[in-house]
């Protein structure tokens, strides 16, 4: 299982991580990834497009669960 790592060293390419928010009471941890917002500069942003500046950790996604037929 991976750990928490400084945001400064998460993937700024588009891809989709967890991420973690200390300063929120309603979602601490989301899924995010690093895009550019409509005022024209990158920020790490949840799904579907709400802005996170102050995220502080992020870990890679864990793998889905394997479905069963």
């Known amino acids: 299982m991976s750990e928490w790592q400084p945001i400064e060293t998460a993937p700024k390419?588009?891809?989709k991580v967890?991420?973690?928010l200390p300063y929120s009471t309603m979602c601490?941890?989301?899924v995010m990834q690093w895009i550019?917002?409509?005022c024209g500069?990158?920020?790490w942003a949840t799904i579907?497009?709400?802005w996170h500046i102050l995220t502080s950790h992020w870990?890679?996604?864990p793998e889905p669960?394997?479905?069963e037929l």
């Open 28 to 30: 601490p941890v989301s």
């Open 48 to 50: 579907p497009g709400h």
């Open 18 to 20: 967890l991420g973690y």
């Open 13 to 15: 390419d588009g891809t």
């Open 65 to 67: 669960p394997k479905e």
């Open 41 to 43: 500069k990158d920020t």
């Open 36 to 38: 550019r917002c409509t």
């Open 59 to 61: 870990m890679p996604l």
